[in-house]
């Protein structure tokens, strides 16, 4: 459905008028949060007027669907998306990573996290109502309250997973609300200038990258085919990340992530990709031997194509296609008819195997942590010399530290949106600096950096904070306990196949102990020139058992809403660990390698072993970091790194803590 000129002409004159409804914006001074309980409503810079996309949505829904379900993703359900994707961006102007609205014909309501409460205040018109609430049991009792029985939801069925939607409709079928599948995307209708498919052609990774050649990959996923009880002919692969790992290919169809648009379906005996073809160089295809038909040769099939062809297999006779519940969407899922022909796990083996690194995955990513830490400690040293001159703001931090991230060996750009936060701004725990929001930095406030890079040989997140004045007890005191809680995990040794949130708590606790608390997960995943939250290892209930050879981050924090905000990041490698009677266990190999702020450290409420942690990490920069600093002759770095890495246990520290130790021991004794 299109809009005629003449009448998005009208429209727009309508919206001037009917923009004094919802919001007028300030010139100056009245906040950076809306304020929609005043007449005229108060509507900061940030925020998006949303009048006309609301009405030609709503317009759209005419005359069957009731209200209309827009999530924060895409047909691969990925975390990050394509500019073409940002759907939910573009109806709301909230920006945030997570969220879902909902339009009704005379409501429109955005439901998020805590992470993007003050966000969205920030980005959204008063059109739009805010549900400090995530849950899918939150959406579905809104909608049954507002929306009557019989009718019907609409949803884009390629933006939704299996379990989202078996989630969504379980608790509106039996009150007789319909979802309603609608494969042709109501927003992309409407919007006109909605962003084209980027022309970037695939690439391969370099061999000296690579362990495991696609071939290889190939038969490991075919083994595990053969060995499922279930005798699965085919497996489906839609997350993107399955189908470029498994072919060691990248692309840059989505911003910060290596990935291309993209399907696989891989039987026992072929193999079809559904990609845009026409961005497979002649190279390609002869690497992935798309020319002919036989087991080990890649059959190239437009990426509009995959349902179809989907729908043609699963018409022969004795068929049966594993998918990975969590990144299949269901309009595929819902094409698996009948039952037999279907066969489900959490995640495909893909994402299981993927998961734990190869010999030389987990060499190339330690190294690419190495080249990284020169360019963040580069970024600390910078702003130690530049916030007292009071020529800082976020916005130069955030594009300081790319800078240094650029000239780095191998480096791709960053993995994420630089989060480059000072002050009330660090309390928001994912904001990201603008032109209209960006604070100059102050040696009187916190100032917190979360920030990674893409390399050919590996993908690194890392956060730190710090202070360049006189921080409060109160800072000093929370920032100490979230590193305690980051030293707890890091330092714990755990069997193998122990679950990440059975350890979790571990950095919530010194927190815990004074009623302090953070509203995020404490790690995720991390890949090899992939994404940077890489599914499905961390510490919630979803993911999967740490084994040996897996990278994960583990970043406790802290947020006091309009002051300040601290986290502190560090990507971590499971190896085994040495204990005095048991094999097989686990425990943390740190791999970012950057100094804590001293300053922010009271070593008072540290225990000996915490500190005795720091020490040997510290050593572990120096040995490290250091003859990469003095390889790219930076002296300067090198220095700073050598006075931030001192041991916090003097020369003879290892007396007093055994003198200590031999205390504790013989105390019980003494007061008997």
């Not at 890079?453 to 690194?460: E, K, M």
């Not at 290892?654 to 003198?659: D, N, Q, T």
């Amino acid at each position: 459905m299109t809009f005629p000129g003449w009448i998005l002409a009208l429209l727009s004159c309508l919206v001037a008028l009917k923009g004094e409804q919802y919001g007028v914006h300030a010139d100056g001074g009245a906040g950076s949060e809306r304020n929609c309980s005043i007449v005229p409503p108060y509507l900061p810079p940030t925020a998006v007027n949303t009048t006309l996309r609301l009405f030609q949505l709503r317009a759209s829904m005419k005359p069957n669907i009731s209200a209309y379900i827009i999530p924060a993703t895409d047909a691969h359900l990925s975390e990050y998306i394509a500019p073409r994707d940002a759907r939910l961006a573009w109806m709301t102007g909230f920006t945030g990573s997570a969220g879902t609205a909902v339009v009704t014909q005379d409501k429109a309501v955005l439901w998020t996290d805590s992470r993007y409460w003050v966000q969205a205040e920030r980005q959204m018109d008063c059109s739009w109502a805010l549900e400090r609430d995530v849950s899918i049991t939150s959406i579905t009792n809104w909608l049954i309250r507002e929306v009557n029985e019989g009718d019907q939801v609409g949803i884009d069925p390629f933006l939704f997973s299996v379990d989202t939607f078996a989630a969504y409709n379980t608790k509106l079928a039996p009150a007789k609300r319909i979802l309603t599948s609608i494969t042709d995307n109501l927003v992309d209708k409407i919007w006109a200038e909605r962003p084209p498919l980027p022309p970037d052609n695939l690439t391969r990774l370099p061999d000296d990258f690579i362990e495991r050649t696609w071939q290889n990959k190939v038969d490991q996923i075919r083994g595990q085919m053969m060995d499922n009880p279930y005798n699965p002919t085919a497996l489906l692969l839609s997350a993107l990340d399955e189908t470029a790992w498994l072919f060691n290919l990248r692309g840059n169809d989505i911003p910060f992530n290596p990935f291309f648009y993209s399907y696989t379906l891989l039987t026992f005996d072929k193999i079809w990709l559904f990609v845009h073809t026409e961005r497979v160089t002649e190279e390609l295809r002869t690497y992935l031997n798309s020319s002919c038909s036989d087991s080990y040769c890649v059959q190239l099939l437009q990426y509009d194509s995959v349902r179809s062809h989907l729908m043609k297999y699963l018409e022969e006779a004795g068929v049966r296609v594993w998918v990975g519940t969590e990144y299949t969407n269901q309009a595929l899922y819902e094409l698996i008819t009948p039952e037999e022909k279907l066969l489900e796990s959490t995640y495909s083996p893909v994402l299981t195997t993927k998961a734990v690194k190869d010999q030389t995955e987990r060499k190339i990513l330690k190294a690419a942590h190495i080249r990284d830490a020169v360019a963040v400690m580069q970024l600390l040293h910078h702003l130690e010399r530049s916030v007292p001159e009071g020529r800082e703001t976020e916005l130069t931090a955030a594009e300081f530290v790319n800078e240094c991230r650029s000239k780095q060996q191998y480096s791709r750009g960053p993995s994420f949106e630089t989060i480059s936060a000072s002050g009330p701004n660090a309390a928001l725990a994912h904001y990201s600096p603008s032109s209209e929001t960006s604070r100059k930095l102050s040696v009187d406030e916190m100032y917190l950096v979360d920030s990674g890079g893409q390399y050919l040989d590996g993908t690194t997140d890392i956060t730190r904070t710090v202070h360049w004045g006189k921080p409060t007890d109160r800072q000093k005191e929370a920032f100490t306990r979230v590193l305690m809680g980051n030293i707890e995990i890091s330092r714990t040794i755990f069997p193998a196949g122990t679950r990440g949130v059975n350890i979790e708590m571990l950095g919530r606790r010194a927190l815990w102990e004074v009623g302090l608390n953070y509203g995020h997960g404490t790690g995720h995943g991390v890949g090899n020139y992939f994404g940077v939250h890489e599914w499905p290892v961390g510490f919630q209930s979803n993911n999967i058992p740490f084994q040996e050879g897996m990278f994960t981050s583990i970043e406790p924090g802290y947020y006091k809403e309009n002051d300040f905000g601290i986290r502190i990041e560090d990507v971590a490698l499971t190896v085994p660990a040495t204990t005095k009677y048991g094999n097989n266990y686990l425990t943390f190999e740190t791999v970012s390698l950057v100094p804590y702020d001293r300053k922010l450290i009271n070593t008072s409420i540290l225990s000996l072993e915490q500190l005795l942690w720091l020490d040997s990490y510290y050593q572990d920069i120096r040995n490290i970091v250091g003859p990469e600093l003095k390889s790219q002759g930076l002296t300067e770095i090198h220095d700073w790194m050598m006075k931030n890495t001192e041991p916090f246990l003097k020369d003879g520290s290892s007396a007093v803590v055994s003198s200590i130790s031999l205390l504790l021991l013989l105390l019980p004794v003494s007061l008997l």
